[in-house]
């Protein structure tokens, strides 16, 4: 862990109405650590995920990311900062529409201007490293199991060889062994490509094992 911390937030609160979420959060991350953030429903844990990824802003306090202040980024810059992270979705929220290649390709093809035959290539060397095999990559993700679609939407996160990877509650409605399947590849992602990663969780068992170290939000603090 290197002394200055990858991701901070310091002070941080966020209001939805005049619901108080987070009341002066204060966390670290370090580089190549894998932070677990757990808590009950609603009380702020992928509020903190989207303040690391620019995706809200806090009404008080900062939030740094590679040493830059999230909020007051330019669009550009945000979008910069943004290629060098990759998000594991709640339910991997594939577009249903397009088929895997073009899931995991999306923003390889869209902000990095690959071109479909590199973008194919690099779709087969993701699927291939979260367990998948590259045949799959014409299918739409209504032909997969719960626990496939997962491990596309772990592919996609990767696929831009990001720093830093946030995971929403990555084994939600997954069952035990599947859900152990997916435990092991954040920590495989962790030990071969050197990322950091924050991830949220209300699974204990994924949180001790995954977990370098485990933040607990508790009335909107940690």
């Known amino acids: 862990m290197t002394p200055e911390p990858l991701i901070r937030l310091e002070k941080v609160f966020k209001k939805f109405g005049d619901r108080s979420i987070l009341d002066g959060v204060d966390l670290q991350v370090g580089q190549e650590e894998t932070l677990v953030i757990i808590g009950r429903s609603g009380v702020g844990k992928s509020t903190i995920l989207k303040h690391i990824a620019g995706l809200l802003s806090p009404d008080a306090g900062k939030v740094w990311v ?3 202040s999230v909020p007051d980024l330019t669009e550009e810059a945000l979008n910069e900062l943004r290629k060098k992270m990759g998000v594991v979705f709640q339910y991997a929220a594939l577009f249903d529409s397009l088929t895997v290649f073009e899931n995991v390709a999306f923003r390889l093809l869209r902000d990095f201007g690959l071109g479909e035959g590199k973008a194919r290539d690099v779709t087969a060397q993701k699927l291939e490293l979260v367990g998948l095999n590259p045949d799959l990559m014409d299918l739409k993700p209504a032909q997969l199991s719960g626990g496939m679609r997962k491990r596309v939407g772990l592919a996609r996160a990767i696929a831009v060889d990001p720093e830093i990877i ?6 939600s409605g997954l069952d035990p062994v599947t859900s152990e399947a997916i435990n092991d590849l954040i920590l495989d992602m962790q030990k071969k490509l050197k990322v950091t990663s ?3 969780t209300h699974d204990m ?3 001790y094992k995954v977990a370098n170290r485990i933040a607990m939000i508790y009335d909107g603090k940690i």
């Open 66 to 68: 590679e040493g830059e």
């Open 166 to 171: 946030l995971y929403d509650e990555p084994t």
């Open 198 to 200: 924050v991830v949220v």
């Open 205 to 207: 068992h994924s949180a």
